[in-house]
């Protein structure tokens, strides 16, 4: 064992002033020369940067504390929905409050839940007595499938059988936005498969996490990952294509994006939903016609938007959807679709894994497939890439459990400091 620092430097001290004949070392009167005092340097000390605006950190309040044999039992009972993990780490969840931008370009309050695994500290780097430093580990943007009841947002539904908990009690710090619309910004329209708004949420997210961390006191390994299903793919991917394309910090940290089942490619995710609505209501779907209703009023256009809110969305919504995609999309605006909403046309700096779901009807197999080419075509080459998923049938909710477990591997291929 190697002696400390402090004790090393005593001792020497000691033996030059002749207080231990012993210190010399073997016999024979020779006196051996002592080893080099250890330097240890100390890791470099980030400033605090305080935001003003978006990105601003508001407030973070502790919700729940999660044991381990609490999640343990979460993931058996959970009949495969949950990635087939050991828990490591008791998990501590916190509401995060702080502001961002709606679709409107206006700052809102908004919220996320940070679920922090309960490592042991260590001792401190600098070698100083009795002092500690908190323990590190990769950061964990997971962003939620698409919902339109407030109540399953990830600050309103904590559960020890959340994968987000689950993922961080394998030693990742996992954020999770509510995005807007819901937790803290309930009431505001959501900016559905906005790609700026979208962006945004998880862009300031991140601002305001790193200064609470900084404040108190807890270090990230510099590794930053984003994942998602669904929406959350979308949302993923959009955040990424910001990170390339900005000068913010956090592009340097960002190690790699998976993302599952997402509608990068909007419109034509549309158009496959829209041949379903035609199979199941004829009239409706005669309506749903973008080229026939660019030439109809705006009230036209406004119903047939909400009945293909409802179709998407399903009954008991409780969160008000921008409509600005859903109006691009039935005015035929292609060009504005592409500007406000696609996120598939452009070249990865970092490897995005895309999985999907061969039967999706959901959000279609042909978003990923499109976006893997184009992004491909861009010169990202292996940077990409899309499994599928290997369920019967592989359709939009029965590749969910899957995506966790492809998840967990491809993560845990580069993360450190689990």
Avoid at 78 to 98: H, I
Avoid at 143 to 164: C, F, I, W
Avoid at 212 to 219: E, G, M, P
Avoid at 382 to 390: A, D, P, Y
């Amino acid at each position: 064992m190697r002696m400390p620092v402090a004790l090393q430097t005593a001792a020497l001290l000691f033996c030059v002033s002749g207080g231990l004949v012993a210190c010399g070392g073997g016999g024979g009167g020779t006196t051996s020369t002592p080893p080099p005092p250890v330097v240890v340097v100390p890791p470099p000390i980030e400033p605090v940067v305080v935001t003003v605006g978006p990105g601003e950190f508001k407030s973070a309040t502790v919700l729940k504390t999660f044991a381990v044999a609490d999640i343990a039992k979460a993931v058996a009972d959970s009949a495969g929905a949950l990635p087939a993990v050991v828990p490591k780490y008791a998990v501590k969840s916190y509401k995060l409050e702080y502001l961002t931008l709606d679709g409107d370009g206006r700052q809102v309050l908004a919220s996320a839940l940070i679920n922090v695994p309960e490592k042991p500290t260590t001792p401190s780097a600098t070698g100083a007595f009795g002092s500690v430093i908190a323990p590190t580990g990769p950061l964990l943007a997971l962003q939620h499938g698409t919902t339109s009841r407030d109540a399953e947002a990830p600050t309103n539904y904590v559960r020890a059988s959340e994968v987000s908990v689950v993922l961080a009690s394998m030693g990742y710090q996992v954020l999770a936005p509510d995005y807007v619309g819901y937790g803290s910004s309930k009431g505001k329209e959501h900016p559905y498969l906005l790609s700026a708004p979208s962006a945004s949420v998880v862009l300031d997210m991140l601002t305001a996490a790193k200064y609470w961390r900084q404040s108190t006191q807890q270090l990230d390994n510099g590794q930053l990952f984003l994942a998602g299903y669904s929406e959350g793919g979308y949302t993923s991917v959009a955040a990424s294509r910001a990170l390339a394309a900005g000068t913010s910090p956090h592009a340097k940290s960002l190690a790699l994006v998976v993302a599952g089942g997402g509608p990068y490619q909007v419109y034509v995710t549309l158009d496959e939903i829209l041949k379903h609505i035609r199979e199941k209501n004829a009239l409706l779907g005669a309506l749903v016609n973008p080229g026939f209703l660019r030439l109809m009023g705006d009230s036209v256009r406004a119903s047939v938007r909400n009945a293909l809110l409802d179709e998407l969305l399903g009954s008991g919504a409780d969160v008000a959807f921008h409509p600005a995609m859903i109006d691009s999309y039935l005015a035929d605006n292609v060009a504005g679709m592409e500007q406000q909403s696609n996120v598939h046309d452009w070249k990865p700096v970092v490897p995005i894994r895309f999985f999907h779901g061969q039967d999706d009807q959901t959000v279609s197999y042909k978003s990923s497939t499109a976006t893997l080419l184009a992004m491909q075509n861009r010169g990202a080459a292996s940077q990409v890439s899309l499994t599928n998923c290997k369920r019967q049938p592989a359709t939009h909710l029965d590749c969910v459990p899957p995506f966790w477990q492809f998840v967990v591997t491809e993560l845990g291929a580069v993360a450190r400091d689990l």
